[in-house]
Nanobody, 124 residues
């Protein structure tokens, strides 16, 4: 089973950018679809982005489309989330996740494993 560790969170002003990283252990990383989720206080965990095993197919909800970009480097066992034009409502703990299929990530169902999360705070 793949183990995931996120990094790159922090405090940023509205309109700024951050890049999150998620590094996986294990040689099976390239066989998984990978995704990012976020959870704000008092809210349910929300799907943010997904990438196919090759990185050739990606998917975003409307709330982040055009601002967030997911990418991956299978040689480094790492998936990234580039976040631009950040808004205060993007404030949340961000989690990376591994799934066997992109639909599993989009539906938040059958997730293989989660990272521990990294805090992103966007000030107005």
């Amino acid at each position: 089973q793949v183990q995931l560790v996120e990094s790159g969170g922090g405090l940023v002003q509205a309109g700024g950018s951050l890049r999150l990283s998620c590094t996986a252990s294990g040689r099976a990383f390239s066989s998984y679809s990978m995704g990012w989720f976020r959870q704000a206080p008092g809210k349910e965990r929300e799907f943010v982005a997904a990438s196919s095993w090759s990185g050739g197919t990606t998917y975003y909800p409307d709330s982040v489309k055009g601002r967030f970009t997911i990418s991956r480097d299978n040689a480094k066992n790492t998936v990234y989330l580039q976040m631009n034009s950040l808004k205060p409502e993007d404030t949340a703990v961000y989690y990376c996740a591994a799934g066997r299929r992109m639909v599993d990530l989009r539906m938040n169902s059958g997730i293989v494993n989660w990272g521990q999360g990294t805090q992103v705070t966007v000030s107005a």
